[in-house]
């Protein structure tokens, strides 16, 4: 101890200044490591504001692996390196190289973790950042409710249109979820008719067929829905408001022709949507609103005999959308979902012979929440959900009226959800804008 005290010392006197300094420092480092490194700076932010607190980092593990030669190497946390929030920087001290930089802690229900791969560290205090994530750590705990559907739009200038449906996904739970791979199917049997040919064999086994299913998009955590929050879902992102229509009337005395042009006024303003559903292939005059991103879709497969092809929303309700979760909105899982749940079924064509088509079904159990729709001319006829996931219904008295069907309750407090949509649900009108900048009001 005394000699490297010493030895310490007369180097001090020798060199002076800040190179004495840095050599010092060097010292520690080699006896603190068994390597020749340079200190750089994990510097940490929580990806949502309040959904990581520093004392949920504290003896955390922040580890490197070198992308060359797979050596690992391990820095601590302590939660007076942070901020409150979580934010702050962590001395880290590695060889120069390409690195790729985790941490991973589950606790409390939450699991807090970041990835970063392929980090190149050359230069001295180099600052990495990175984004912490937390999320629910058991899929029980995933949840996402509808507050809002509407499927009825409405009359403008007369004429019976629904440019502007939309639903609202609520988050019920005090966990932040994350809408990657949220989706939304939309039953193949309609609630206004019989029993299909296949209806048994399929509800039975527990399966709802879909002819049609949109998804978030995302890799898994890129879309944060905080507690007692929501995301709305158009399917146009526009100004309908804005929208003109035009028809030519004729005049019948003389024979002549005019152009008449009118504003979508009893339509809304959805151009502040979280996503929009663009598909020019099932809706032929589709726009894609650039400012809004949109959520990629599950088809049913070609061979559907009569089926819609594409997600679809009757405005008298008859075809009940519900919502599941997979487990990301990449493409690839898509592919996979549909490979996986695409069956054969057996249905009379129109001349009566008995063809096998392509049938794609979302598992019964794996519906967070839906709501039976449909219209009071024909009541429910059939139920297209099963009663597990709504035992009630929710009738409108027509098409394009404005009626919109609501969850009983609000955003801050909740909603009712008993799987019983005659109580937990109303029918209001008219229904709601989303402009630009709405969550910010
Ligand atoms: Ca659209
Ligand atoms: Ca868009």
């Known amino acids: 101890m005394k000699t490297k005290f010493f030895n310490l010392a007369i180097a001090l006197v020798m060199a002076g200044g800040s190179i004495a300094l840095s050599s010092c420092d060097d010292d520690e480092k080699k006896s603190e490591y068994s390597y020749d490194g340079i200190d750089a700076f994990v510097n940490m932010s929580a990806d949502v504001d309040g959904a990581v607190s520093s004392a949920d980092l504290d003896g955390c593990t922040i580890t490197f692996i070198s992308v060359q030669s797979k050596d690992t190497y391990t820095f601590t946390i302590s939660k007076g390196d942070l901020a409150d929030n979580a934010s702050g920087k962590v001395k880290v001290y590695v060889p120069v190289g390409t690195y790729d930089i985790s ?96 209806y048994d064999e399929y509800y039975n086994a527990g399966k709802v067929p879909v002819h049609g299913i949109i998804v978030i998009p995302g890799s898994g955590y890129e879309h944060p829905v905080k507690p007692h929050e929501k995301i709305v879902v158009a399917f146009t992102a526009a100004n309908h408001t804005e929208t003109e229509g035009s028809y ?76 599941f979760k997979l487990e990301n909105g990449e493409q690839a899982t898509l592919d ?35 709501i039976t729709t449909g219209h009071i001319p024909s009541d429910i006829v059939t139920n297209p959900l099963p009663q597990t996931v709504d035992r009630g219904k929710q009738l409108v008295k027509g098409c394009h009226s404005g009626l919109l069907v609501q969850r009983k309750g609000n955003d801050k407090d909740g909603y009712a959800d008993t799987n019983n949509s005659t109580d937990d649900c109303e029918i209001v009108t008219p229904q709601h804008a989303f402009p630009a900048g709405w969550r910010n009001k």
């Open 103 to 198: 941490l991973e802690k589950s606790a409390d229900g939450k699991t807090i973790f970041f990835r970063k791969e392929n980090v190149t560290i050359k230069d001295a205090n180099q600052n990495v950042d990175v984004k912490l994530i937390a999320t629910a750590a058991q899929q029980s705990d995933y949840q996402f409710i509808f507050s809002e559907i509407f499927f009825n739009g409405e009359r403008n200038a007369g004429r019976m249109m629904h440019p502007d449906q939309y639903m609202v996904l609520y988050n019920p739970t005090n966990n932040i979820l994350y809408a990657d791979g949220l989706a939304v199917g939309c039953t193949m049997q309609a609630s206004c008719t019989e029993k299909e040919s296949w």
């Open 248 to 323: 030519e009337e004729k005049n019948e005395e003389t024979g002549e022709t005019k152009t008449v042009t009118y504003k979508y006024e009893n339509a809304v303003d959805l151009s502040g949507a979280d996503f929009e559903i663009y598909d020019p292939q099932l809706y032929t005059s589709d726009i894609d609103n650039p400012e809004v991103p949109n959520v990629r879709e599950i088809f049913p497969a070609e061979n559907d005999l009569g089926g819609i092809g594409g997600f679809y929303q009757h405005p008298r309700g008859f075809y009940c959308p519900f919502i």
């Open 336 to 370: 996979k979902f549909f490979s996986e749940n695409t069956s054969v079924a057996s249905v009379q064509d129109k001349d009566g012979n008995s063809v096998e088509i392509q049938m794609l079904s979302v598992k019964a159990s794996d519906i967070l929440d839906g």
